[in-house]
């Protein structure tokens, strides 16, 4: 079946450096969701990419989509101590019959020292 | 802001025992989802369900599990036969439409089997 792997699974980071975490699927996808979880919360949807190539931006979160719709990545500039929590990316399969099926990847835990 | 509400916030049972736990998702949303995350892992695909009937399931989704919408309001999810291995946060999430949307996640329900 489908797998979606993430990296790293920890990162440590000084308040105001940047963060990135990456996201790799075994299988093309229709489109990429990014959720966050803070600790003890549920997971919060951030983003989605639909198109290959696509570069979104939110504030200091840059989003992007693989040309060939099977990575994608979260780059987080100047990280702030709100930043932490658990990065997941979380992919929707292409064809088949997958009703809704989110594959989540590992996630990024993201600590952010002050 | 419309949310997902689930209950019970936090529910220990027996092993062997059956379990039911409730979602009330948002209210024009047509697709509901249940999801399970072991402690400190990712986020697991449950099962879909969309006009009364099972969209799609996952492997782990066995006989021990049921869902159901009895009244147009709830979303239940039912666990026979408690395992230890059960023990996990369940997440109900909804979405307006199957693809190309976000999915709106509870807070969850974190069961403990004993």
């Known amino acids: 079946g489908q797998q979606v792997m993430q990296i790293p699974q920890y990162q440590h980071v000084q308040e105001g450096e940047d963060f990135t975490t990456y996201c790799n699927s075994s299988?093309?996808?229709?489109?990429i969701q990014w959720y966050k979880q803070r600790p003890g919360g549920h997971p919060v949807f951030l983003i989605q990419?639909?198109?290959?190539?696509e570069v979104k931006k939110q504030k200091r979160l840059t989003f992007q989509f693989g040309e060939a719709k099977k990575n994608s990545s979260l780059h987080i500039t100047a990280t702030q101590t709100t930043d932490v929590g658990t990065y997941f990316c979380?992919?929707?399969?292409?064809?088949?019959?997958?009703?809704?099926?989110?594959?989540f990847g590992q996630g990024t835990i993201l600590t952010v020292h002050p | 802001e419309p949310e997902v509400t689930q209950t019970p916030s936090h529910q220990v049972t027996q092993m062997g025992q059956e379990v039911i736990l409730r979602c009330v998702p948002i209210s024009n949303h047509l697709y509901f989802y249940w999801y399970r995350q072991i402690l400190g892992q990712k986020v697991e695909f449950l099962v879909s369900?969309?006009?009364?009937?099972?969209?799609?399931k996952s492997e782990i989704f066995d006989d021990q599990f049921s869902v159901e919408r009895p009244d147009g309001s709830n979303f239940t999810l039912k666990i026979r036969s408690t395992k230890l291995e059960d023990s996990a946060m369940y997440f109900c999430?909804?979405?307006?439409?199957?693809?190309?949307?976000?999915?709106?996640f509870g807070q969850g329900t974190r069961l403990t089997v004993v």
């Open positions: 369900f969309y006009n009364n009937e099972i969209s799609e």
């Open positions: 299988t093309t996808l229709s489109n």
């Open positions: 999430a909804s979405s307006k439409t199957l693809l190309n949307t976000e999915a709106f």
């Open positions: 979380a992919g929707l399969s292409a064809g088949g019959t997958s009703y809704g099926k989110l594959t």
């Open positions: 990419l639909v198109k290959s190539g």
